[in-house]
């Protein structure tokens, strides 16, 4: 497969981080994100540091109707795509937003999922490709302080499970990365836990890792699955008397 890497989200500070380490070793890129001059000045500083091309894409996952065909319309398309976009607000100001709400399930769920459908297709007729996307493990059950962020990215790790199972027949691997906390623009606002945060270059390894490996999903530190699991332990009548 061509060393090519496109990634969708690129202006996030874990797409960077992802960028920077595939560039690292040897791959070219396409930098997918709205607004997509911003990365002008990233594009120049990865091409020269490590002598890799370094394409842009206008991108923006609210206009789902017209995402199929910016896919459609790349001459050379990347073998590797990797899914970092995402958006998180306040619950309680999502809930008294519908433009939020919105927002909040565009960005998770339909702008990726009706991306990475037109690119699964291009892959399965090929025979070859690998699809990352970036869920949370908000998705794995909803809590009070964030399930509408959670409900989308639930939605999300079914539709990456969903497309592994279908893709596997079509040698085309699929990993789900459930990053856990991590120091990023989206969290800068939260006082998180040193012990379970991770940096946006410990989510790269992790995601370049998983890919070399085939994985199917990541936890970038692995005690988030043990405290994921207790958490979907708790009984239902127990869970909502909770204040998570
Ligand atoms: N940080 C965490 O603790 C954490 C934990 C679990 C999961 N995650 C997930 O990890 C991924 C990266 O998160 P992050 O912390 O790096 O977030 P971030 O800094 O807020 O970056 C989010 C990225 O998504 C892009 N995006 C949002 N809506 C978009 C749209 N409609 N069209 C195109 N791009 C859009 C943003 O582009 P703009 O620059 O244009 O806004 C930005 O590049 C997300 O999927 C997030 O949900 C993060």
Known sequence: MEKYVF?????SDI????????????YDLLLGARKSERLLPAQSDLQIRFGIRCNLLELDLSQTT???AVWNSLENK???????????????????DTS????????NFTGPVTLLNAIALDYMKNGTGVIAGFSSVAGLR??????IYGSAKAGF???LSGLRNKLFHHQVHVLTVLPGFVYTKMTAHLSLPALLTATPAQVANAVFTGIRKKKNVVYVKWFWK?????IRMIPEFMFKKKKL
């Not at 960077?16 to 070793?25: D, L, N, S, T």
């Not at 990347?78 to 008294?96: H, S």
């Not at 909803?142 to 399930?147: K, Y």
């Not at 043990?226 to 207790?230: G, N, V």
């Open 100 to 107: 939020a709400t919105l927002q909040t399930i565009e960005s």
């Open 78 to 96: 990347p073998g590797i795509t990797i899914c970092v976009a995402g958006f998180m607000q306040d619950n309680d100001e999502v809930l008294r």
């Open 7 to 11: 990634i969708i989200g690129a202006t």
């Open 226 to 230: 043990w405290i994921m699991c207790i």
């Open 15 to 26: 797409g960077m981080a992802i960028a920077e380490k595939y560039a690292r070793e040897g």
């Open 66 to 68: 017209t995402l199929a």
């Open 157 to 159: 790790i079914a539709y």
């Open 142 to 147: 909803g809590r009070q302080s964030n399930f």
